[in-house]
């Protein structure tokens, strides 16, 4: 039996907008980039939406619902809601396995680079006896001289200059480096770190895993990664939701109950 033998019921483009809560043209945008399967039309060109329609339409919301922009789980995500479009759903239900691993992984990445920073923190006692050189610093964090250039010029941190101009990096200096480095490994925002710093300046006992997923309240720009763990952990949550919900729109449509 194939997918479109199954119609309990049929929905114009305004009754799917109303059912879903979204405008009539976000129905017909998700159909032009393939969210969702081509529906059939009537003679008159209008288009006739069905049940599986709109468990796609659920789908995509969830799937949409946390905007999750790390080392490619956006596109991902995109990809799971398209391959149940076109009723694809072990390869569906095998990428979305495959995201929850990804998420997991971040979550643990985000919690190691909570746990490196109080690390550092813990363990600095040493007083400020470097003096180093930009392209020295470079060579000992293992950064490019532009990542150092676009940090400070975030302002992430602040280099003392000596009198010709020339910037000079203290003991103190290089352990704020590998803080920043080790959030930026595990994908926390520049606005997110930068929040961390400044409030470690002011508190040096303040709950750094707090202060970097909880942005300001007159934070007027928020990125998708100023609250990265609690994200993250929303988009695990949708992704075991959808893939639940594959199975369920497999076995209906696909493998239907005799």
Known sequence: ?????????????????????????????????????????????????????????????????????????????????????????????????EYIYSVRNEIRNANEAVKIVKDLLEGDSQENRQSLKRKEVSDILGISMDTLRNWEMNGLFKVKRKENGYRVYTDDDIRKLKIIRSLKCADYSLSAILRMMNELDRNSKADIGAVLNTPNYNENIISACDRLIVSLRSANNNAISIKSMLYEIKNKYLNPPL
Do not use: W
């Not at 288009?47 to 949409?64: C, G, M, P, S, Y």
């Open 1 to 97: 039996m194939k997918v479109g033998d199954i119609i309990e019921k049929t929905y114009t483009t305004n009754q799917v907008a109303k059912t879903i809560g979204i405008h009539p043209n976000t129905v017909r945008m998700y159909e032009d980039v393939g969210l969702i399967s081509k529906p059939m039309r009537k003679e008159n060109g209008y288009r006739v939406f069905t049940n599986l329609h709109i468990e796609q339409f659920k789908l995509a919301r969830t799937a949409f619902q946390i905007e999750v922009l790390q080392n490619g789980l956006r596109k991902k995500a995109i990809s799971i809601v398209k391959l149940s479009a076109l009723c694809e759903f072990d390869k569906a239900i095998k990428l979305t396995e």
